[in-house]
């Protein structure tokens, strides 16, 4: 049985809540259960079976989706809060960079903030690997690449494109192996991806 016979079989819309298809099973059950079709056991008991089966398919199936939108809204709630955090914090001057490269680098920050809070990820990666092959012996560069790869990872977790949201994770942790709140934060995204994968 596929997903849109379930939907079709139970009497519901696609966006069903989940209390609203488990009221539909419940209604359903009760009505084609055998003990309450006794002059029409058999026929009943093939409907009760395909009701029963259609009510699995389509409560696994909302159940995960939901799964996914909880995960995908404190993500959210946790980006916006990461890049309100690291906005308000200056970029320390460092001493061994050229007055053009510490204004470029300041520029280059200021841009990749804009750029994280609006989503334009594609974009963010493109300015942070130029500005990482400027100064590729920077420290803090290489943070705020680390940091780019794992918004674009959590991204394509959110639209559940869960390999390619898995090799930019990955990537992130090559780029800064040492961050360990980075690697702690990526490690739960990590785990996340394999619950949804396999759940």
Avoid: C
């Avoid at 909880?70 to 001493?95: D, E, F, H, M």
């Avoid at 994280?116 to 963010?124: E, G, I, M, V, W």
């Avoid at 980075?182 to 949804?196: H, K, M, N, S």
């Amino acid at each position: 049985m596929d997903l849109v016979n379930g939907y079709r079989l139970l009497g519901i819309t696609a966006n069903a809540p989940l209390s609203e298809i488990k009221a539909a099973y419940r209604r359903l059950a009760r009505r084609y259960h055998p003990d309450v079709n006794p002059h029409n056991r058999e026929q009943a008991q093939a409907q009760f079976v395909r009701i029963t089966q259609a009510y699995q398919l389509v409560w696994q199936t909302a159940l995960q989706a939901q799964e996914i939108a909880n995960y995908s809204v404190n993500l959210t709630q946790t980006v916006k809060a990461t890049a309100l955090q690291r906005q308000a914090q200056p970029i320390p001057v460092s001493q061994s960079l050229s007055p053009q490269d510490q204004q470029l680098k300041t520029r280059s920050y200021q841009s990749l903030q804009q750029l994280l809070q609006t989503q334009r990820l594609a974009r963010a990666i493109a300015l942070i690997e130029g500005l990482a092959q400027r100064l590729p012996q920077d420290p803090e560069v290489r943070q705020w690449q680390a940091i780019t790869y794992q918004q674009q990872g959590r991204q394509l977790l959110r639209d559940r494109e869960y390999a390619k949201a898995s090799l930019y994770l990955k990537k992130a942790l090559r780029t800064d192996p040492h961050n360990r709140s980075l690697w702690t934060e990526i490690q739960r995204d990590l785990q996340a991806i394999q619950q949804l994968r396999h759940g």
